[in-house]
Nanobody, 122 residues
Framework: VQLQAYGGGLVQAGGSLRLSCAAS????????MGWFRHSPGKEREFVAAINWSGGSTHYADSVKGRFTISRDNAKNMLYLQMNNLKPEDTGVYYCAAQRSTNWFPGRGSDYWGRGTLVTVSS
């Protein structure tokens, strides 16, 4: 599966952005999907994940209550709604897929997309 994230941009603190990830291939609906970010001076970190049906989600503590991950299997799309953004949310956001119906934390992702830059100004 090929993945492409988009929707990043410059936003003020407290604002919102919605990231999208377009996936190719027929297997998207059978894969668990996740979002990661790479912030300046930090290692890449997990942000959120969702199982194949959308019925189970996981979030990093730093984004709980502010970010919402969702998917539309009919459109082969993954989303990340980001609200109440903070400067520390700045980074390049990547979507990723695991060849599994459920997300397994700590297990590597099998596919990665190109990232999209999110910049949150204070």
């Amino acid at each position: 599966v090929q993945l492409q994230a988009y929707g990043g941009g410059l936003v003020q603190a407290g604002g919102s952005l919605r990231l999208s990830c377009a996936a190719s291939g027929r297997t998207f609906s059978t894969y668990a999907m996740g979002w990661f970010r790479h912030s300046p001076g930090k290692e890449r970190e997990f942000v959120a994940a969702i199982n194949w049906s959308g019925g189970s989600t996981h979030y990093a503590d730093s984004v709980k209550g502010r970010f919402t991950i969702s998917r539309d299997n009919a459109k082969n799309m993954l989303y990340l709604q980001m609200n109440n953004l903070k400067p520390e949310d700045t980074g390049v956001y990547y979507c990723a897929a695991q060849r599994s119906t459920n997300w397994f934390p700590g297990r590597g992702s099998d596919y990665w997309g190109r990232g999209t830059l999110v910049t949150v100004s204070s």
